[in-house]
């Protein structure tokens, strides 16, 4: 049985910043790729980060890029989203999402096959 718990997610003004953590029950973490997709009201849910298992190559959502760093510690089985100069528009319910053992990392919800339950990210101007 494989669980994905995030956490990290709260009220921010314009301008702040929040870090967000994604534990994995899975054994072999090192062997998944990661991403994190969010969803707000009315939208589908949509690609913001995404890392391969190694941890040397990531990306991103251009609406994030420069803004947001993914990162991984598999020693932790967890994967982290730095958000930082959060605008009102990253409003969403934040998700991490795990997919194939070996396969490459994908800005396409149906590469991910495990899902956590969401943090809310809030930011107000």
């Known amino acids: 049985q494989v669980h994905l718990e995030e956490s990290g997610g709260g009220l921010v003004q314009a301008g702040g910043s929040l870090r967000l953590s994604c534990t994995a029950s899975?054994?072999?973490?090192?062997?998944?790729?990661m991403g994190w997709f969010r969803q707000a009201p009315g939208k589908e849910r949509e690609f913001v980060a995404a890392?391969?298992?190694?941890?040397?190559?990531?990306s991103y959502a251009d609406s994030v890029k420069g803004r947001f760093i993914i990162s991984r510690d598999n020693a932790k089985n967890t994967v982290l989203l730095e958000m930082n100069s959060l605008k009102p528009e990253d409003t969403a319910v934040y998700h991490c999402?795990?997919?194939?053992?070996?396969?490459?990392?994908?800005?396409?919800?149906?590469?991910?096959?495990?899902w956590g339950q969401g943090t809310q990210v809030t930011v107000s101007s």
């Open positions: 999402g795990l997919g194939g053992v070996g396969a490459s990392m994908s800005e396409t919800p149906t590469a991910y096959f495990y």
């Open positions: 899975v054994r072999t973490f090192s062997f998944y790729p």
């Open positions: 890392i391969d298992w190694s941890g040397d190559s990531t």
